[in-house]
């Protein structure tokens, strides 16, 4: 299956720093690009769909302006956690469609584990 | 908008004994329907899923899942379970067609016993 690419995998970083994870589709182009958020022992939470060329679409209760999402080409989009703290600390997911066709399964990074001390 | 349901948080199962994990779902339109295994640590792989056609759908390693429109259920099972499948199970749903977005259910912790 096609691959997508979460860098990095694992990140520390203090209380008020802020931090870029970046999600990349290898092998194919994605339109839309999906951003979840995992807290230990429970599902996974849609945050965001990052549309390329335009602005992320948040669901209600994220806010937008502490997770910046840009989705400057089609093989690229990069979460920021602004300022982060240590109630930011999570796993973080991407996932990504192709852009060639609607019916196709969504494929997930590999995760990035986000500890902010 | 549409949901799904895993009752079942952790499902402890000796090593090749049968195995089923439930889910259910609910939505006003037609779907598409996954599960993804998560090993601890890392992302989500997807296991199976049904778009279309045959009810019944199968993994490349045992598993496999059915369909039931009528009871709104994609339930996971494998005949006979191995050490390697210990990890979190996850069902999703999606609106059939476009790029729709997936919802996930809570998980299911599957924990093969030797």
């Known amino acids: 299956g096609a691959v997508v690419s979460q860098h990095p995998s694992r990140v520390i970083c203090k209380s008020g720093t802020s931090v870029k994870i970046e999600c990349r589709s290898l092998d194919f182009q994605a339109t839309t690009m999906f951003w979840y958020r995992q807290f230990p022992k429970q599902s996974l939470m849609l945050m965001a769909t990052?549309?390329?060329?335009?602005?992320?679409?948040?669901e209600q209760g994220v806010e937008k302006d502490k997770f910046l999402i840009n989705h400057a080409s089609l093989t690229l989009s990069t979460l920021t956690v602004t300022s982060a703290h240590p109630e930011d600390s999570s796993f973080y997911i991407c996932?990504?469609?192709?852009?060639?066709?609607?019916?196709?399964?969504?494929?997930f990074g590999q995760g990035t584990r986000l500890t902010v001390v | 908008a549409q949901s799904v349901t895993q009752l079942d948080s952790q499902v402890p199962v000796f090593e090749e004994a049968p195995v089923e994990l439930r889910c259910n779902y609910s939505s006003s339109v037609s779907v598409y329907l996954f599960w993804y295994v998560q090993y601890p640590n890392q992302g989500l792989q997807l296991l199976l899923k049904y778009l279309s056609g045959s009810t019944l759908v199968e993994s490349i390693n045992g598993f496999e899942a059915e369909f039931n429109k009528s009871q709104t259920s994609f339930h996971l099972r494998k005949p006979s379970v191995h050490i390697s499948d210990t990890a979190e199970y996850f069902c999703a749903v999606s609106e059939s067609g476009g790029y729709q977005k997936v919802t996930f259910g809570t998980g299911t912790k599957l924990q093969v016993i030797p």
């Open positions: 990052s549309n390329e060329g335009s602005k992320a679409t948040y």
């Open positions: 996932s990504a469609r192709e852009s060639s066709g609607g019916n196709t399964e969504a494929f």
